[in-house]
């Protein structure tokens, strides 16, 4: 509320005297809001959180998330708030309403505020990172061929646009023999002294398997010792199918960015993500969306420029957002924290485990994702013989069980047993999928 631009637009519309008086309520509502309303019980207890149809298993949960109840509140009360009065609202929350979504995700994260954006999804987060890295001549961006749409044409726009090289490798021979050391070494041999980009996925949509983040993240430390700071690699992670499944603390993973969006595993507002970059990293990245940050914009209502800010701030895209979705997002990460990261890992491995190898014992059956939870998260993929990837999925939605196809040029049918389901969820799914070759 201190500052010049702000005050005269206040001012201008009338707001202020209104908007001090109410910022102060606000502010003590907020300070003396418990970090969440939700207090984990039980699995049971926790399902009854979404509005899901209880007649399905939804083993499609990383899709696209239902909001639970702490969200679906939150959105609510900002929604009607914005409704009643959007510019007053907005100046009223736009701040502090950031900053507490800022500090919920570094507290989940283990890392500063400082160092978040936040964007709409992670296709937003990976076009904004790769379309606007700056790149030297001769440079390259060294990336897999197991990535999503969104990282293969974030990075194909990219070189189309400006002529950087775009390198793409294989990490592994096959999926049957892949392990973590043949993925680090591939990874490894393929750097060259032009790399200065390497974009990998956490956690593969085609396939399930699960890079080993760390060990890749370390490989390219030691390589970047005889580097100077021009020609550091940069280590870029599509981390969505992680965030929200892998108990893990950004401090000490080892990636220098972390793009995911939130409205997948960890049940933020659809529509919510972020990116997370180091501080030595994130001069690399270069904003393309003008930032609707008040700082940013004061600064250009006094001088014409931006500058000076923290690269995170002007990373986060302007324009106006669903602003009540975005400042619901505190919400699923004080949801997470109620359960604890290492209770979410356990419970998803655990009914993974159980439909990995229940489907690995199935004659009929083809798995794709290796059993180990060392090379595998929260995604199964697996084929069913003299059945089509979509012939399946559309069986089983049949029988309410819930899937999909993954959307990559091989196509497998995609089973995803996340918080929202129970071991006997599991049990009910192998059986129809064990009745297959029967019917
Ligand atoms: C690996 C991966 N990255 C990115 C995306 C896109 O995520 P979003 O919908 O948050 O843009 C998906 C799936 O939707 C995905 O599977």
Known sequence: MNDIGRRDFLVRTGLALGTAVLAGAYSRAIADQ??????????????AQFP???????????????????????????????????????????????????????????????????????????GLLYGGLALRTGQEI??????HYSTETALRLRAERTGVSLRQIPLYRSIKTVSRDELVDSLQKSITPATRIVAVTWVHSSTGLKLPIH??????????????????????????HALGVEDFRLSELGCDFLVAGTHKWMFGPRGTGLVW??????PVAQPIIPTFNTQAFDQWLKNGSTHGLPQPTYMTPGGFHSFEHRWALDEAFNLHQAIGKAQVTQRIY??????????????????????????????????????????????????????????????????????????????????????????
């Open 277 to 282: 970059g180091n501080p030595q990293a994130w």
């Open 34 to 47: 418990p970090p969440s309303r939700y207090r984990f019980t039980n699995w049971e207890h926790f399902r």
């Open 350 to 439: 655990e009914l993974n485990q159980q439909l990995k190898q229940g489907l690995a014992a199935m004659p009929h059956v083809t798995l794709h994702t290796p059993v180990s939870q060392d090379l595998s998260a929260g995604i199964v993929c697996f084929e069913v013989a003299g059945m089509t990837p979509r012939q399946i999925v559309e069986k089983l939605r049949q029988r309410k069980i819930v899937g999909s196809v993954t959307p990559y040029a091989t196509q497998y049918a995609r089973l995803a047993p996340s918080l929202l389901n129970s071991p006997r969820e599991i049990e009910n799914t192998l059986r129809e999928i064990r009745n297959f070759h029967s019917s």
């Open 52 to 126: 899901l149809s209880p007649q399905l298993i939804h083993l499609a949960g990383f899709f696209l998330a239902s909001h639970p109840t702490p969200v679906r509140e939150a959105i609510e009360r900002h929604r009607a708030g914005l409704d009643a009065d959007p510019i007053g609202y907005w100046y009223q929350h736009e701040e502090k309403q950031e900053a507490k979504v800022l500090q919920a995700a570094a507290d989940y994260l283990g890392v500063e505020p400082i160092d978040i954006a936040l964007t709409d999804s992670t296709t937003m987060g990976l």
């Open 215 to 240: 060990e890749m993240a370390l490989a390219i430390r030691s390589i970047n010792r005889s580097r100077d700071e021009q020609n550091q690699i940069i280590f870029c992670v599509d981390g969505v």
């Open 142 to 147: 060294l990336t897999t061929t197991h990535d």
